[in-house]
Every structure is written in C-alpha cells, then in structure tokens.
C-alpha cells in the first residue's frame, strides 16, 4: 500500500521533495501547502502541474481543480487520510516548527511528522513536546534532512568503532545557481553569520540579502554553527554536544559545491588506538537529494513506528531510515 503524504513548505525544498516523490512507488503527494493556500487531491497531486502553478501565481491555491486559497493553510491542509507530512518548512521564527507541531496536536490527528530543522534550540523544543506528541498518537522524527540527519546519523554508526569519542567534525559545502530558488534556507544559513541572527536575517529584504551576497561574492561560509547534530548525538550517549562541531560554505551563484561534505568522528578504540572515521557525500548530489531523500526514508520508518504504536519524539541519530522504493 502507498503511504499518502503531504508536504509544508512548497519552496525549493518543497518543489524539490514533489518532485522526488514523483519517482516513487511506495510513497504518494496529496497535499502541499504554502503560506498562501494548499492543493489537495487524495488520488495524488502531479508534482510538475503543482510547481507549474506555484511559480506561476505565487502559491499553490491556484492549482486547477484541486488548490485552494487561505491565510490559514497549514491547518486546513491537514487530512485525516494522509499518513505523513514532510515539514519542509523555514523556522522563522526560530519557534515556528514547535508551533507547527501544536497545530498537528491540536487538531486531533494521528500520523507522522518529519522535520529538518537546523538549531539545537529548535530541536530542544521539540524534544520539550515529546510527551504531548505521545499523548496525541504522532510519531515525529526531528532534525531528518542532511545536517543535521544524514551525517547525525552518519556519524552514529561510526560512534559504534570507539570505546570513546573525542570530536566530531562536519563540513558542509553546497552550492546553488541563483538563491531565489531557496530564499528561506539562505536566510537561515544567514542567521548563522556572525553580527546575524534569527530575527535580523528574518526581516532582511529579498534586496539587503542580496547586497550582503554582493559583498561576499555569493558565499556563505559559517563555522561553528547552532546545529541540533550536537543535541542529537549527546542525546543518545554518544558524546557531550561540546566535542560536535559544524561549518561549512554555501555558494549562492555557482551549482558547483565549493567543497565536499563530510563528517570526521575521531575517537579512542578499546585497545586505547586513537583513529578517525570520514563519511564523505558525493559532490555530485545535490542539497535537495541530500535533505529530502532522508526525510522521506525517516518518514517510511516513522510510519513502521506509528503502526506499532510507538509514538513521540526521535531523532535522526536513534532511527535508521528505511529506503523508498
């Protein structure tokens, strides 16, 4: 049986996820909301015909025979026939995802939610919620894109050689031809810079981010990043959030990645060795593949869960995804 899922957010990680689903058996798109409006067809939705009406008018509301228009789009786009929903989503404010999840909590339904939200503090309040997520009979699998997520994860494996681990380094570089394409994620990553925050890099003008890109020539290079791999790893025992740290370079103007991304686990074996572990990605794949095919494969585990009856907060450090076919 398919699993029907939804996707919020209908940005370049939105567009990008519909269009992934596109290829999948085991997984169906029947409804994706924006800001402005949702479509929802429970027979599945056409991911080009969806990113067709968004680019065109400016939301999915005006989907032919399917959208509708509303200020409140999150709420009205979650159905009760729908198994699962991938937040792709900007948390901004940096207390928006947890408000998300209230509304889910809310409104009565049962199901799975994947998010791939970046900061510890953000992943601090939805482990805050764990025992309300329970109560209500959703299973949600938090920080399940690339960092944190596949690299968390990544580095949980590797944790398994080391009697003890000293540090944990991920480097991250991705690149994008133009960053209108993924404004909020930019934004986010903005909020990392020094002299910026959540707040600062929310009010920016589509104009101010691009006379600050201007002035970087179009990169973004961060380094010791509020990231939530830190949280998830302390979370399970696997080290103290201090030994984890990340940064990277986002080139906004050139698809190419300026660097490859990697995860270094350095740790102390039972025979007292001192050795490192590198998981490196692919320079070929881009942040999309890298984000949204994890969420899908964290939602398909989360969903074996939530059939079980296991419900509340995990993250991508304690879960194995399972594959999509």
Not at 38 to 62: C, K, P, R, T, V
Not at 188 to 197: K, Q
Request: net charge negative.
């Amino acid at each position: 049986m398919r699993l029907k899922v939804g996707i919020l957010g209908f940005g370049g990680l939105g567009q990008a996820a519909a269009k992934l689903l596109s290829t999948k058996q085991e997984m169906q798109l029947v409804v994706a909301a924006d800001k402005e409006g949702f479509a929802y067809n429970a027979d599945g939705l056409n991911a080009l015909e969806a990113i067709a009406a968004y680019q065109e008018h400016g939301s999915l509301g005006h989907l032919k025979n399917f959208g509708k228009l509303s200020q409140n789009s999150i709420a009205e786009a979650i159905a009760p026939d729908v198994d699962g929903y991938f937040l792709a989503l900007p948390n901004l404010p940096n207390t928006f995802m947890a408000s998300v999840a209230k509304q889910f909590i809310a409104s009565g339904w049962q199901g799975v939610l994947v998010d791939a939200i970046k900061r510890t503090s953000a992943v601090e309040q939805m482990i805050a919620l764990s025992s309300e997520l329970e109560t209500a009979g959703i299973t949600y699998m938090s920080g399940c894109g690339a960092t944190p997520g596949l690299l968390t994860a990544a580095a949980a494996i590797a944790a398994q050689s080391f009697a003890e681990v000293h540090k944990v380094e991920i480097t991250f570089g991705v690149g994008i031809a133009n960053w209108n394409a993924y404004r909020a994620t930019i934004r986010e990553d903005i909020a990392h810079m020094s002299g910026y925050n959540v707040d600062l890099a929310q009010a920016m003008s589509d104009a101010e981010v691009e006379a600050l890109l201007e002035k970087t020539n179009g990169l973004i290079c961060l380094e010791n990043m509020e990231h939530a791999d830190d949280i998830m790893l302390e979370r399970v025992g696997i080290c103290d959030r201090d030994r984890v740290t990340v940064g990277g370079v986002v080139d906004t103007r050139n698809p190419k990645k300026p660097l490859s991304t990697n995860m270094k686990l350095t740790g102390r074996t039972f025979e007292g060795k001192t050795s490192t572990h590198t998981f490196t990605l692919g320079d070929e794949t881009s942040m999309a593949a890298n984000v949204c095919g994890p969420a899908f494969g964290y939602l398909k585990a989360g969903k074996q869960f939530h059939q079980r009856g296991i419900y509340g907060l995990m993250t991508a450090a304690e879960v194995m995804p399972a594959f999509v076919r």
